[in-house]
């Protein structure tokens, strides 16, 4: 359903569902954690969604070690026809992962090659 939005800001919308923002970077290993992102890719606005593809990680922040990996695959069901900017969210199988403290590393590119675009943002398990 619909709530209030917070003048000057748009609800976090990803693949038809809703995203609240967490207010905290530290969760317990059996709540339901999503992250949300978005990416900006102007080539989109004159089609070919298919060409589109992400990779999300989560690595053990103090060894460096990977302990998910997607791998990188297409998200053309996230891409709307014309619109450059691609909402994306998927939930995170925390429950898989001991308590400790971890980065999540999502890369978003192209399969037709050229740049690939990393963002991280780390959080703690307990």
Do not use: C, W
Not at 57 to 72: A, I, P, S, W
Not at 86 to 102: D, E, K
């Amino acid at each position: 359903g619909s709530g209030p939005i917070l003048e000057g800001r748009t609800p976090l919308v990803a693949g038809g569902r809703r995203f609240v923002p967490a207010s905290t970077s530290r969760f317990k290993r059996s709540d339901q954690l999503y992250f949300y992102t978005e990416v900006y890719d102007p080539a989109l606005e004159g089609g070919n969604p298919s060409a589109l593809t992400m990779e999300y990680r989560v690595l053990d922040r103090k060894t460096g070690e990977v302990k998910q990996d997607t791998g990188m695959a297409g998200v053309a069901s996230y891409v709307s026809p014309g619109d450059p900017r691609v909402p994306f969210a998927t939930r995170v199988p925390v429950a898989q992962l001991p308590a400790g403290s971890y980065r999540l590393e999502v890369r978003a590119g192209h399969t037709l090659g050229g740049e690939t675009v990393a963002r991280t943002a780390d959080f703690d398990l307990n």
